[in-house]
């Protein structure tokens, strides 16, 4: 049972590390454009932008454009009553040394930024700006403070930002490192490869960097699981295109923290050839570095093995790669050495340094995917035209790649065209099947293209049968003079070729040249007329009329009711509000009216509004009268 549960155990390490060893690592180029993104920030516009710029510039080692000037326009741009202005820009001054940015009020806004109820990051700005500018700093009061803040707000940017500050406190730090694994389990698992925080690459960044930055001040391994950091850095490295500014620092700075840390540095092993292993070019190579590219020392790489993706056979096992001369980073298989098929392969790669270093992580399962390609050549073709019957033998012709046939071939629309042919792997001298074996034939005169796919059998024997009376509707029945090429491709084939094979007429029932001249390209097209909808008929005049009647009928209905029960009109108000109001509202119907038998609807609507506007008004006036005269009353 202890020896099933180990097998089991070891197993599950197998996949796991087949899961999350990192791919990728930043190439020279990965760091030239994280470069010229901090450059392009230049002149500063903002401490925080300037901040973000120089610290980028000086992770990668790169020289700061116009230091002194940027020193000098960080006096202008700095705002002394803002921490986090004050922050940024005393970080910018300090790496670009020998740089003082001075303001009167610095002193106390950091101080007063110090307490309590402020944000953990005005906290962790304040302090760490105070580190920067050289002045004194009550740790004891910060610690406090920060413990404070998490408890009102405990989101990972809280605790990323106090794990910063912690790292250059003074004194007892333990509740924070203590909060370390708590944080980290709040991460999201995407794909089982990934794990990051809500808020993407920033705060993902920001906690991780500042947990590594806390473990160093201690000097001891930040609770976080080896299988997370890998998940975290994969989560790093599908982000190494970013062009934000900030979060371009943030990941920079976590990058250059996991590659030079004393407890967890993930190992990259990336593939440093091409996918394609050829007869000229037979090796497999991979580079083993940190996530910077940097070198880790002396190691032993393994291929354990090599499984052809297709039938899952393994074609070598427990081969030990060559360290490349040129670069100790490189290490170089020679993957044909083992005749593998032709196909898709996944080596799972195991490194070991040579040097024992526990720091190293990421070290087995690693996996690249390479195709071994062939030379292919195409045998036994023929072509020719048969009768559909089959009543007589069909007249073929050979044809040797790449040569055409000598002969224009003749077939109607009682007739059909065949062909066959055979693919051989020149490597093995087996017989194959492409992905893509496709027959193409092409209009002479109007250029139409129709294409075809062949079929293949069990020996291997690629066909093509055209019936051409069958076939008239692809070819609008356009009776001429075609191409008939051969086009063949797969992902492992080195040399695809598409191969004129003939030229051949084919006759339609239909059609002709009079059709061939008007599907020509370059023929005459028809123009296009653009025609609006046809408004509909309106109804007789009797009709419209009618209906008018009807709809103003309860109107004289209501005149006659008023008259017969007796209408009180004494209290109209007669004031220009009422006036205007009710001869505003007459309008409005009018307008309807318009509307209903000449007007369009925007026009109506542009009367409307005008309309509207004394209609709202007026109302407005003749109601406020109405409801104070009841009040008085």
């Known amino acids: 049972m202890a020896k099933v549960l180990s097998v089991v155990v070891i197993l599950a390490i197998a996949v796991l590390g087949q899961a999350l060893t990192p791919s990728s690592f930043l190439t020279t180029q990965d760091q030239r454009r994280l470069q010229s993104v901090f450059e392009a920030a230049a002149p500063y516009t903002d401490a ?55 303001v009167p009020e610095f002193k106390k806004t950091l101080s007063d930024a110090i307490k309590e109820d402020s944000s953990v990051q005005d906290i962790a700005f304040a302090f760490l700006a105070q580190k920067n500018l050289g002045l004194p700093a009550d740790d004891a009061a910060v610690s406090k403070a920060l413990l404070a803040a998490l408890k009102n707000d405990d989101s990972p940017a809280s605790h990323g930002y106090a794990f910063l500050a912690a790292s250059q406190l003074k004194g007892d730090i333990s509740k924070f490192v203590d909060n370390v694994e708590d944080v980290i389990a709040q991460a999201d698992e995407v794909d089982d490869k990934y794990l990051q925080f809500e808020g993407g690459l920033f705060v993902t960044s920001l906690v991780v960097d500042g947990a590594y930055k806390l473990a160093e001040k201690t000097k001891k391994a930040p609770t976080i699981a080896q299988d997370k950091v890998i998940k ?40 440093a ?10 090796s497999v190579k991979v580079r083993v570095t940190d996530l910077m590219g940097g070198s880790l020392g002396e190691m032993t790489v393994t291929a354990e093995s090599a499984r052809h993706l297709g ?33 898709f392969y996944k080596l799972t790669i195991n490194v070991a340094p040579k040097k ?96 075809f796919v062949t079929e293949s059998d069990n020996t291997f024997t690629n066909k093509f049968d055209l019936d051409v009376g069958a076939s008239a509707k692809d070819f609008a029945s356009v009776s001429g003079k075609y191409s008939m090429e051969l086009i063949v491709g797969d992902a492992v084939i080195e040399n695809p070729f598409s191969w004129l094979l ?10 002709g040249e009079a059709k061939a001249d008007a599907l020509s390209q370059y023929a005459k097209k028809p123009e296009i007329k653009h025609k609006f909808n046809v408004p509909e008929k309106r109804p007789p005049a009797t009709v419209s009329m009618a209906f008018t009647a009807l709809v103003l009928s309860p109107i004289a209905i209501l005149l006659i009711l ?11 108000p007669l004031s220009l509000s009422a006036v205007g109001f009710h001869v505003c509202l007459g309008a409005i119907f009018g307008l309807y009216y318009c509307y209903w038998t000449q007007l369009n609807m925007f026009v109506t609507l542009r009367y409307l509004g005008i309309l509207a506007i004394p209609t709202f008004l007026f109302g407005n006036r003749l109601l406020s009268g109405l409801a104070s005269k009841r009040k008085t009353a």
């Open 48 to 102: 925080q932008s300037a901040q973000y710029s120089v610290l980028g510039l000086k992770l990668l080692g790169a020289a700061i454009p116009n230091a002194q000037d940027a020193c000098k326009g960080l006096s202008k741009i700095i705002d002394g009553t803002n921490v986090a202005s004050i922050y940024h820009a005393s970080a910018a001054a300090k790496a670009i040394g020998n740089c003082k940015v001075d």
């Open 356 to 451: 024992a270093d526990a720091r190293l992580i990421g070290t087995s399962g690693a996996e690249v995917e390479v195709k071994v390609t062939t030379k292919i050549s195409v045998e036994n073709v023929e072509i020719g035209v048969a009768d559909k019957d089959q009543t007589t033998a069909a007249r073929t012709t050979k044809l040797v790649h790449p040569n055409k046939a000598a002969s224009v071939l003749e077939a109607d629309y009682h007739q059909k065209v065949i062909m066959k042919f055979q693919l051989k792997d020149k490597s093995s001298g087996q017989l194959m099947n492409a992905h893509q074996t496709f027959v193409r034939l092409t209009n002479l005169k109007t250029k139409q293209e129709i294409i």
């Open 273 to 282: 050839s091409p996918v394609a292993v050829t007869q000229a070019d037979p």
């Open 502 to 511: 003939a030229d051949i007429s084919l006759t339609f029932p239909e059609g």
């Open 562 to 572: 008023w008259l017969r029960i007796g209408v009180n009109i004494s209290n109209f």
């Open 311 to 343: 039938d899952d056979a393994v074609v070598l096992s427990k081969k030990q790669f060559s360290v490349a001369a040129s670069d100790k980073s490189l290490f170089e298989l020679n993957f044909l050495n083992a005749k593998p098929a032709k196909g």
């Open 232 to 271: 975290f850095t994969n989560y790093f490295m599908s982000r190494k295109h970013v062009h934000q500014l900030k979060s371009a620092y943030y990941f920079l700075s976590v990058i250059k923290t996991l590659s030079t840390n004393n407890f967890h540095v993930p190992v990259a092993v990336s593939l």
